[in-house]
């Protein structure tokens, strides 16, 4: 097929011209240039963008990107199954995690606003003694100590896929 400029691929692909630029110049995307020194990217660019939206749509940072991508060029998707899987295994661990801190930073909010409603309506400036802004008993803020597990707890990538699925579940039986 003819080589596409950078606009047409942009038109094609739905990504700004900024965005195949940026990822020219992170080693993404690589493009040939014409005596002129335009862009042109071929056919195998589309394919290309639409593996590293799919990538980044896993959470996948840029260098993680380009990584696969050249376990990606090599042909065979086995070998990109076997490089992508631990990477989503570590993502998903991270998105539990987080799960599990907004959890408990929900948790915290729902007994600081029960804290709040316990407080009297005084006609005074509030102060230290009216117990706003003192906070909340240790009991009114539950999952401070899940919060406290969790972030002191090894980190994904030193897991194996048994201890990730074990996390996973004490995470689901906490929330």
Known sequence: MTPMRISRLAERSGAPATTLRFYEDKGLLPADRTPAGYRVYGEDALARL???????????????????????????????????????????AEAEARTAELAAFTASLHGALAHLDALPDRAGRCDPECGFLSPPPEDGAPGRQEAERWRTAPVACSLTGADVRERAARWREAV
């Not at 990109?80 to 570590?90: F, M, S």
Request: charged share 35%.
């Open 50 to 92: 639409s593996f590293i939206d799919a990538a980044k749509h896993l959470g996948l940072p840029l260098e993680e990107i380009g990584e696969l991508l050249r376990v990606w060029e090599a042909g065979a998707c086995r070998d990109v199954k076997a490089d992508l899987r631990p990477r989503i295994a570590a993502r998903l």
